[in-house]
Nanobody, 115 residues
């Protein structure tokens, strides 16, 4: 049974910072990449940031220069540092893990940014 658990979300004022964590448990054969996605009510889930096992990263244009993704491969854990938060960053953030055969999702953690 594979489980991804996000934590670190909460309520912050515009311009503030948060750091999200995604911890994995259970048997995962091989994780090729982990990433963060986010979703607003009634909207499509979108990529925020992604990091491969080798450390290559991709970011959505909307978060470049503000968010930083990092990982601990030994622990299969991924982090998302978020700075200069904006009200439009208010969404549910989901952790994702990709293997050669399967894709796994966490339950999501709410990030709310007030003006």
């Amino acid at each position: 049974q594979v489980q991804l658990v996000e934590s670190g979300g909460g309520l912050v004022q515009a311009g503030g910072s948060l750091k999200l964590s995604c911890a994995t448990s259970g048997s995962i054969f091989s994780i090729n990449a982990m990433g963060w996605y986010r979703q607003a009510p009634g909207k499509q889930r979108e990529l925020v940031a992604r990091i491969t096992r080798g450390g290559s990263t991709n970011y959505a244009d909307s978060v470049k220069g503000r968010f930083t993704i990092s990982r601990d491969n030994a622990k299969n854990t991924v982090y998302l540092g978020m700075n200069s938060l904006k009200p439009e960053d208010t969404k549910v953030y989901y952790c994702n893990a990709q293997t050669p055969r399967f894709e796994y999702w966490g339950q999501g953690t709410q990030v709310t940014v007030s003006s």
